[in-house]
T-cell receptor
Framework: DQQVKQNSPSLSVQEGRISILNCDYT??????FLWYKKYPAEGPTFLIS?????DKNEDGRFTVFLNKSAKHLSLHIVPSQPGDSAVYFC?????????FGTGTSLTVIP | KAGVTQTPRYLIKTRGQQVTLSCSPI?????VSWYQQTPGQGLQFLFE???????NKGNFPGRFSGRQFSNSRSEMNVSTLELGDSALYLC?????????????FGPGTRLTVL
């Protein structure tokens, strides 16, 4: 069963606009979430994380929002740049295992 | 600190052969996980090792196995290769893989089975 779900396989955004990537999770006991960015033929790179004690965490152009009641998190990229074009994975860890979503492919159009 | 390293970066094998992939985690990290990524798929979890013990295993056949050494380096072995095993194999390390831990990935090994 997919513990973490990314229902949008792809997203296209104009350069300079906001990109919003969404992720849903199944277990309300999950308390730590991460976003990774992946370019083709490379390993994923850690981007930003959030603990369940917060509802927002910001790092430069990247902000992650957590809505615990809805079991939903989102990654906002503002402003979007062509170099942000990549596959984005959300993830959580519980016990000794990390769970990853299936990824959203973001294309930022110049 | 050096990042996670994986060797080799590329491999070409034929059906029926076996292959061993190697992963060196970030210094001080004791948890090593392996993932398979195929086109259009997310990261499929293979297994996780901590202090030389396999703690978790994904839903892969027994042809996929691994081990971890006392220095936390890990190897993954695939026997009797099939065409469908062609994929990017990713290794990731973390301190302990609990709670608020973060996992860091290597560049991957691209395996092609002909």
């Amino acid at each position: 069963d997919q513990q973490v779900k990314q229902n949008s396989p792809s997203l296209s955004v104009q350069e300079g606009r906001i990109s919003i990537l969404n992720c849903d999770y199944t277990n309300s006991m999950f308390d730590y979430f991460l976003w990774y960015k992946k370019y083709p033929a490379e390993g994923p790179t850690f981007l930003i994380s959030i603990s369940s004690i917060k509802d927002k965490n910001e790092d430069g152009r990247f902000t992650v929002f957590l809505n615990k009641s809805a079991k939903h998190l989102s990654l906002h990229i503002v402003p979007s740049q062509p170099g942000d074009s990549a596959v984005y994975f959300c993830a959580t860890n519980t016990g000794n295992q990390f769970y990853f979503g299936t990824g959203t492919s973001l294309t930022v159009i110049p | 600190k050096a990042g996670v390293t994986q060797t080799p970066r590329y491999l070409i094998k034929t059906r029926g052969q076996q292959v061993t992939l190697s992963c060196s985690p970030i210094s001080g990290h004791r948890s090593v996980s392996w993932y398979q990524q195929t086109p259009g798929q997310g990261l499929q979890f293979l297994f996780e090792y901590f202090s030389e013990t396999q703690r978790n295993k994904g839903n892969f056949p027994g042809r996929f196995s691994g081990r971890q050494f006392s220095n936390s380096r890990s190897e993954m072995n695939v026997s009797t290769l099939e065409l469908g095993d062609s994929a990017l194999y990713l290794c990731a390390s973390s301190l302990v893989a609990h709670g608020g831990d973060t996992q860091y990935f290597g560049p991957g090994t691209r395996l092609t089975v002909l």
